[in-house]
């Protein structure tokens, strides 16, 4: 749970400041149109919005492919040597991170269930 706490924090605030964006007199077409979103895009405020948007995309993406790859068998040297650089693309781009690891990543793997990693 304690994983979500990030998605969940951007999460609330892009919902509060989109609902404010769509229920505002002055624009609420703008959302509804590439042209209108380019307008919106113009304001400071409103660019902080669709970066918490990608933020929270990006989280939920690289849980996802993490989660996904230990439910598939990646080792810790597997996590050092892949699975890192794959978190980071699809953290800086994330459909084509996403891409990477479903296509290339994803078919190394095992299937053998989550990894015992010992501590200590």
Avoid at 5 to 31: F, M, N, Q
Avoid at 51 to 64: E, T
């Amino acid at each position: 749970m304690l994983t979500l706490l990030p998605p969940i924090i951007h999460a609330v605030i892009y919902t509060i400041g989109i609902a404010s964006v769509v229920i505002s007199k002055d624009r609420p077409e703008a959302v509804m149109t590439f042209e209108g979103i380019l307008a919106l895009f113009k304001e400071t405020h409103l660019v902080y919005l669709g970066w918490v948007h990608y933020c929270f995309s990006d989280v939920l993406l690289g849980r996802w492919i993490l989660g996904d790859a230990l439910a598939h068998g990646a080792t810790l040297e597997f996590h050092v040597m892949v699975m890192i650089p794959v978190l980071v693309l699809a953290m800086m781009l994330s459909p084509a991170g996403w891409l990477v690891y479903v296509a290339l990543v994803r078919p190394l793997l095992t299937g053998k269930g989550t990894t015992k990693i010992k501590s200590g």
